[in-house]
């Protein structure tokens, strides 16, 4: 018998109407060149090019517009190191709420400045040193905010699925049955909400966690049973999937329903930045090609087989960008 | 009475079916964000998602497609900097025939590696000093191949016309009711055959011609009611719509339908680029967003208006597409 989740397939269809005309249905790409090249139907659901520029302001949206008027009033508090902090700076700005976002010293630059734009206030943390969530928590018993974690709330999880469901819905419409989703995993959010979605709606398709291969805390927890973090003082160049151990609301759901988890190195990573460019003319930022490295690189097999993978954000400074092209 | 034009609503859509499943439907973009910042409702028709990384496929396939199997035989032959020439040379690789292709000898390195790629043979030419049309000519004579001209033939404004009545769907179908469409213009091809779809199907549709601001002969001729070419020996980052003169198929066309012709300076060409790449996070070649700069730099009204504009290629180096960012 399974586990029951926080959040199921219906809580998710819920949010769909709610979310609609606030965030974008992104496309589905699908590029017959590139089919050829790897001998099977590689499907990218661009969250890139979602609002604020990452898949974030779907479940970030939800949780707000969940609060109540008090609620709002007080505002909101969260860590990030970025593209959450847009999604919930901006949700807080379109709600008639305030944000506060507790991000690492190392963040991007383009990340804080365009948080900032957004009218949120920040204070940063030394990765290294201090722990988020005791920043997150000592404002909020200051403050009397609410805190809108990246991952570990169920309503998140619900506004985040809504990206699945809109890839099952759209790769229906061309005809294309998804053998695998590749997810990018950091604290395992859209990973644990696209696994609920497909378990309810399309059980055939294995779902995996993708992870930087230095920050593959999910993969080896799946493979432990049990949650294991990643040694401290370690980086790379995915920033927004840098966590330090599965939590608890995320996980129970992903060793109940994920196929497993794979890792792509850094040097993949700007591969699959630059396969991205080439191929599909996108920009996207390190973390949110993990899944499509781990496909180019042979880690699933494609071969006459259909795999999504979710390109999760694309907020990257241009010459960091630029820098990471040219590498 | 409005003059005869060599094509009509009705050959474009006869194009659609046939490219259907070859071509892809690309992305109309808007942002509710920079909507706000613009104070009105920008649209962009994303080209640079098109297989083969620009709308010129469109066209090129459409007119290979209706060659007789003794032309295809033979095969094509045409002159580009870039984007016509990967649509010609995929269509023929498609359809079972060949390409020659006349290309600038200044031509971007990842376009001339990208149609050789394609199985195309290239045939070089020195911009200043000799003409294209004479070595596709001379290439013609010769060999008995059959010329895909990048816009002067009706079944290259067919299929290329396909892109603007997608943009008139998608627009529909985000109740856009569109006031103005800017379009990139080069030979004409994309501009004459969108301003033939708009007085068809949408007659309220201002349509403008855009150029970089040295390359303005469309915009001059069209003030003069006749054609006039650009000096020989000037320059822009907009390769992709160098053109010498307008040519007799498409100003005709022009003359008749468009608002106006429009100019953007490379400097605002740089600025749009970025702007494209952190706003929608969409790789964007210099020509393409001649429109894009147009709107930003106020050269027309879009306040409390809809105006759209095709993003009509993103066939660029990385390492090019990183120095412009930089500059």
């Given at each position: 018998m399974p586990h029951a989740h926080p959040v199921s397939l219906k809580d998710i269809r819920k949010a769909v109407p709610e979310l609609k005309g606030v965030v974008a249905r992104t496309p589905l790409f699908e590029n017959a060149d590139v089919n050829a090249l790897l001998g099977g139907r590689l499907l990218l659901k661009a969250e890139s090019l979602q609002r604020t520029g990452a898949f974030k302001i779907r479940g970030a949206y939800w949780r707000v517009l969940n609060m109540s008027p008090e609620e709002r009033a007080r505002g909101a508090v969260t860590y990030s190191s970025g593209n959450h902090a847009l999604g919930v700076a901006r949700a807080a700005q379109l709600l008639g709420s305030s944000a506060v976002i507790v991000m690492p010293d190392d963040a991007p630059a383009a990340k804080v400045e365009a948080v900032r734009a957004l009218g949120a206030e920040i204070v940063t943390y030394d990765r290294d040193t201090e722990n988020s969530a005791d920043v997150v928590w000592r404002i909020e018993t200051d403050t009397g905010r609410i805190e809108v974690p990246p991952s570990a709330h169920p309503l998140v999880l619900a506004g985040a699925g809504t990206a699945a469901l809109e890839m099952l819905e759209q790769a229906a419409a061309m005809d294309a049955m998804l053998d695998a989703v590749l997810v990018p995993c950091g604290g395992g959010g859209l990973t644990a909400s696209t696994a609920i979605v497909m378990a309810e709606a399309s059980p055939a398709t294995a779902v995996f966690a993708v992870e930087p291969e230095l920050f593959d805390d999910t993969r080896r927890s799946l493979e432990a049973g049990a949650r294991i973090g990643n040694p401290k003082g370690l980086r790379t160049i995915c920033d927004a999937i840098m966590t330090p151990i599965p939590n608890d609301v995320t996980f129970p759901i992903n060793l109940d329903l994920l196929a497993g988890g794979l890792v792509a190195s850094d040097d993949e990573v700007r591969e699959a930045m630059r396969f991205a460019f080439e191929h599909f003319k996108i920009v996207t930022e390190p973390g949110a090609v993990v899944g499509l490295a781990a496909i180019l690189n042979g880690r699933i097999d494609i071969r006459d087989r259909t795999v999504a993978?979710?390109?999760?954000?694309?907020?990257?400074?241009?010459?960091?960008?630029?820098?990471?092209?040219?590498?």
């Open positions: 993978t979710v390109i999760t954000g694309g907020n990257i400074d241009a010459r960091r960008f630029a820098a990471l092209l040219e590498e």
